[in-house]
């Protein structure tokens, strides 16, 4: 959601909009829609209206939060995992995107998009540039084990952050150079004292196999603006909090962002960077 966040501030600059957009996962979604014309504004007011929940099959998952219902999803989730290949089919998932995307193509959108996959079949990152939007993007979401893979023919396709979660190369390999970046999951050292379960050690073993698979692809963006903090992958609870984290993370970027358009930042601009960087607080949650 920290997307969202930068979206606002290189909207607040008056920057020229993308001539190309490449995302997975999380990326891809806010990607596209940004691609089709949405503004940072309107994707904010969808991420507060999203609830993940309603998108999620099995209905324990749709209980009320209490100590019975954490049981019940528990349960689900084994006998998902046991029986099949994830906690969700993501087939509501694809229906919402249908919706969302208004059976649109890649090229009806008014700025290029790429969306990148994984084949687990032959281990190569999958990339979409035509066809169905919502299909590619509901193959870029499918983090293994929560969402099903997509089947194409002999692929099977899902999250393409593991193989490319800051996809610069794509996007240089076809032909742009300056390319600026939006990390929003920089890779951290990590107290043992915090892998304490099962899910902690498998996001943690994903993060770790992301981070090297994206250090080429990396180190080819002109400019990288990192939204760093505390938030999970998984947690849709604190939206304003982690699209706040992207705003921060632009604002004390915002002279290397000008600097990216060929724009030089103002004397006060200059004189505020030097000042003080700004920090997350409760009564700044607008510029």
């Not at 019940?72 to 998902?80: D, F, Q, V």
């Not at 919502?134 to 929560?146: K, N």
């Not at 999951?185 to 994903?206: A, C, D, E, Q, W």
Request: with cysteine.
């Amino acid at each position: 959601m920290a997307h969202i966040g930068l979206l606002k501030e290189l909207e607040l600059l008056e920057v020229p909009r993308p001539s190309l957009i490449v995302g997975t996962s999380m990326g891809a979604i806010v990607g596209a829609l940004y691609a089709g014309g949405w503004n940072a504004d309107r994707i904010d007011a969808y991420a507060h209206n999203f609830d993940i929940k309603h998108f999620l099959e099995n209905p324990a998952f749709r209980l009320p939060e209490f100590a019975l219902s954490r049981i019940l999803r528990a349960g689900a989730a084994m006998g998902a995992l046991a029986s099949g290949k994830a906690l969700d089919s993501g087939s509501r998932v694809l229906a919402e995107f249908e919706r969302l995307f208004e059976q649109r193509n890649f090229e009806d959108l008014p700025t290029p998009f790429v969306c990148v996959t994984a084949d687990l079949a032959s281990g190569e990152q999958r990339l979409f540039d035509s066809g169905p939007l919502a299909t590619a993007v509901r193959a870029s979401m499918s983090f293994p084990g929560i969402f099903s893979p997509l089947a194409m023919g002999d692929e099977l396709l899902v999250d393409g952050g593991i193989l490319n979660n800051l996809p610069c190369s794509v996007a240089h390999d076809r032909g742009y150079h300056r390319i600026l970046a939006s990390d929003v999951s920089p890779f951290k050292h990590m107290v043992p004292s915090r892998l304490t379960s099962g899910i902690n050690i498998l996001l943690r073993s994903f993060d770790i196999a992301a981070e090297h698979a994206q250090k080429h692809s990396a180190s080819i963006a002109s400019l990288r603006i990192v939204s760093d903090g505390a938030l999970s992958a998984f947690d849709f609870e604190h939206i304003d909090a982690a699209i706040q984290m992207g705003r921060y993370a632009a604002r004390n970027a915002e002279a290397d962002i000008l600097g990216f358009f060929g724009r030089r930042p103002s004397r006060m601009q200059r004189f505020l960077a030097k000042l003080f960087t700004w920090k997350p607080s409760p009564d700044r949650s607008t510029r």
